[in-house]
């Protein structure tokens, strides 16, 4: 447990994902993210009287791939209910939701801990729910605000945790871990931008070492992990301020102020008596059969972790690397496909993380998108390790492919890229050097042995770093001796 100043701090997230199904939950309107205002909408959506939902099944079966790859147990009978309140973008005046029987309940999810090693957090529940739509308030001065509906009805998964995460980092490492768990099972995207991934952030301060839990505050509106982490820090000095000072946290929701970095009051907690919760109406009772639950889990993809493992031991390279190209389902993707190709792991994995990843950092596309396709870094790879170019030309190369979207081999046909390794070529680009530098050359031959070096970086000068550095060694050994 972290502890500050005599105080420790207990945090819960709730974290709600958009599923990427083609259509929203409860109707057939689709799911895009950047349409014109209110054009993904329908009757049912919008809320208009008479309109009835039908559940959509993929949805589930996203929700059910999620629950069991976090090692949750599936209730075989859940029920939707209906929550209500007002709010302009919730049309309905209420939003279907799961209460007191949710899809899933139980598991864990593991994280990296900040100081090295592994920790674990309970999840409590994760259920289905539908999305509201977006108000939208313009900085322009302007007198109103708009509702955009297209987002409303989209289907969502909350996922809610235990108690059990102690720090502002921890928090952080969940929440890294939880996003790439959805990515690797394909059912979310993890975009905080757009959206996809939002966490409301529960945390309540109490004296080290005391079991009961003190108030908790909610905090919400943070747009990114780091957020969530400055958010929190900010909330336990807060909270612990107060009680150091006599007073007593009042449980309350607040909003983060990301410019200002501080947690503005919103109102005061609601309860859930407030949103008077009953079964919805017009939907049955979810059954999942075991067939059901058989079938998702017979199809559930590898995770993260499992995966991160499995490059270690198939292609033997590092710990670190593995989980660096993990971190990323598509990297990951793209190195196993460099591999089909070339054979040297470690050094394809050298290469994605340094120059592939500066590449793609450059211009901020996504590794899926990278004009560079797998088999084309293998070809190149593979010319830098049979010793046709230097690994030094390789990278410009590379940057060369990059740019233009050519292999490796036309560039190296065209610009002249290949290595020197002709002795008589060599031989006079080595004696010119040799006599622009006679000082250097009789300091050398004097006793100056370091000065080795600086002939061949004056060869590799010449031949804009062409020349095979064996061959010159070898030229260069001979002619200085003599
Ligand atoms: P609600 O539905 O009212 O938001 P829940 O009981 O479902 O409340 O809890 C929401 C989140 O708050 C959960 O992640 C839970 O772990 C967390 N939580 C509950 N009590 C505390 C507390 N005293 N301090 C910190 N987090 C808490
Ligand atoms: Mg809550
Ligand atoms: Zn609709």
Request: proline letters at 4%; hydrophobic letters at 40%.
């Amino acid at each position: 447990m972290a502890v500050y100043d005599g105080y420790e701090a207990v945090i819960g997230l709730e974290v709600h994902a958009q599923l990427q199904t083609a259509s929203k939950i409860f109707c057939a309107c689709r799911v895009e993210y950047g349409e014109p205002p209110n054009v993904l909408t329908c009757p049912t959506c919008l809320g208009l009287p008479g309109a009835l939902p039908v559940l959509n099944k993929k949805a589930v079966d996203y929700a059910l791939r999620l629950i069991m790859a976090v090692g949750g147990a599936v209730n075989k009978r859940s029920v939707f209910a209906r929550k209500n309140y007002f709010y302009p973008d919730l049309p309905k005046g209420y939003q279907i939701s799961q209460y007191e029987r949710p899809l899933g309940q139980g598991g864990a999810v593991e994280f990296d801990l900040p100081g090295g090693g592994r920790g674990r957090c309970g999840i409590n529940r994760v259920h289905l729910e539908e999305d509201a739509g977006k108000s939208l308030h313009p900085d322009g001065g302007e007198k109103y605000t708009r509702i955009d509906l297209n987002r409303c009805g989209a289907a969502l998964v909350e996922i809610v945790t235990e108690p059990e995460i102690a720090s502002p980092e921890e928090a952080y490492g969940y929440l890294q871990s939880l996003k790439l768990i959805l990515q690797y099972l394909r059912i979310c995207s993890g975009d905080m931008e757009k959206g996809h991934l939002r966490c409301d952030a529960n945390v309540s301060v109490r004296p080290a070492g005391q079991t009961a839990f003190g108030t908790r505050t909610e905090v919400k509106n943070m747009n990114s992990f780091k957020a969530v982490q400055r958010a929190l820090r900010f909330e336990i000095q807060r909270q612990i301020r107060l009680l150091r000072s006599g007073g007593k946290v009042s449980q309350a929701t607040l909003l983060w102020d990301e410019k200002q970095e501080v947690a503005v009051e919103m109102r005061g907690k609601e309860e859930s008596e407030d949103y008077r919760y009953f079964p919805e109406p017009d939907l049955v009772s979810l059954n999942v059969t075991d067939d059901w639950i058989n079938h998702i889990r017979d199809r559930l993809p590898e995770l993260p972790d499992a995966r991160t493992r499995r490059l270690v031991r198939q292609y033997q390279i590092r710990d670190y690397d593995a989980s660096v190209l993990c971190a990323d389902c598509g990297l990951a993707d793209y190195f196993e496909q460099v591999m089909k190709t070339y054979d040297d792991a470690q050094v394809a994995a050298n290469w994605i993380q340094t120059e592939v990843l500066a590449l793609i950092g450059e211009t901020g596309v996504r590794i899926g998108d990278f004009c560079v396709r797998p088999a084309m870094l293998a070809e190149l790879l593979g010319m830098v390790s049979s010793g046709e170019i230097s690994g030094r030309i390789g990278k410009t190369v590379l940057a060369e492919m990059h740019r233009t979207g050519r292999t490796a081999s036309a560039i190296i046909k065209d610009k002249g890229l290949a290595l020197i390794s002709d002795p008589a070529r060599l031989s006079q680009v080595i004696d010119d050097v040799l006599r622009t530098h006679t000082d250097s050359v009789a300091a050398y031959r004097g006793g100056k042995l370091e000065l080795f070096g600086f002939f061949v970086g004056q060869v590799m000068k010449a031949t804009r770093g062409q020349a095979d550095p064996v061959v010159v060694n070898d030229l260069l050994k001979q002619k200085l001796e003599t």
